[in-house]
């Protein structure tokens, strides 16, 4: 009995703790982006803010995977599946940045006015 009572008060800590972590980020976050004395955004641009809010959004959800998705204490496997998944996630983003504007047969013209393709008609039609 003694022992189960400890287990929970150990999860308890683990819990809290990753809480007041969560809280933390969410505030430093929202300082960053409201608080006119630590404004990245006026200060550093847009892109900084950008990537900062980015940071604590990941250490953040790290967090959240690591305790209460209990990837801390998973097999190495998992790793290696999270790995490969993450790999081919940025490929295919990739490829889709890379191939974003290649419209077969058309040779990537586009209206200046509109930003639409430019659609060749057929002869005849």
Same mark, same amino acid.
């Given at each position: 009995m003694s022992d189960h009572a400890h287990d929970i008060s150990k999860h308890k800590k683990i819990y809290v703790m990753v809480g007041v972590i969560l809280l933390l980020g969410t505030l430093l976050t929202f300082a960053l982006d409201h608080f006119e004395a630590i404004d990245l955004k006026k200060k550093a641009g847009m892109l900084v803010a950008t990537l900062a809010a980015? =940071?604590? %959004?990941? $250490?953040? !959800?790290? #967090? $959240? %995977? !690591? $305790? #209460? =998705?209990?990837l801390s204490n998973e097999k190495k496997w998992i790793y290696w599946v999270m790995g490969f998944t993450f790999f081919f996630f940025v490929g295919m983003m990739g490829l889709t940045l890379w191939g974003m504007n290649d419209i077969p047969g058309q040779g990537n013209q586009f209206d200046a006015k509109t930003g639409l393709p430019i659609v060749k008609k057929a002869a005849g039609k």
């Open positions: 980015l =940071m604590i %959004a990941t $250490v953040k !959800g790290g #967090f $959240v %995977a !690591g $305790v #209460f =998705m209990h």
